[in-house]
């Protein structure tokens, strides 16, 4: 049995959570929820219409809860990234989205994880 290495730098943390990308202008172009994450990329599902390619600059909005006692329950991580990879899955995309900037899962609270 032929044996392939695991080519990945970062382990997949399973994480789901509320993501909406848009487009350099703001505009809204996918909507779905992230599947899992590493500490430069996640993984988002979702039902189309899907305005996305890959190679798009998108930025990257999570609602992931808030680590502290008091405040509002949910807040809102922003991340530059691009897109780099697009799958069909039955009815709905995959879509693979770097993070350009800075890593990932410090923006998200290791609790959440």
């Keep these: 049995m032929l044996h392939v290495q695991n080519r990945r730098r970062h382990e997949r943390v399973s994480f789901t959570c509320p993501v909406v990308l848009k487009d350099k202008t703001g505009r809204v172009i996918f909507k779905?929820?992230?599947?899992?994450?590493?500490?430069?990329?996640?993984?988002?599902?979702?039902?189309?219409?899907?305005?996305v390619s890959e190679g798009l600059n998108v930025w990257l909005e999570m609602k992931v809860p808030n680590p502290r006692p008091n405040g509002p329950r949910n807040r809102v991580v922003k991340q530059r990234g691009y897109i780099r990879r697009i799958t069909d899955m039955g009815d709905w995309k995959s879509v693979i989205v770097v993070i350009t900037e800075n890593d990932l899962s410090k923006s998200v609270s290791p609790s959440c994880l």
């Design 32 to 51: 779905g929820r992230s599947a899992d994450l590493t500490p430069c990329g996640v993984k988002v599902v979702g039902p189309p219409p899907a305005a």
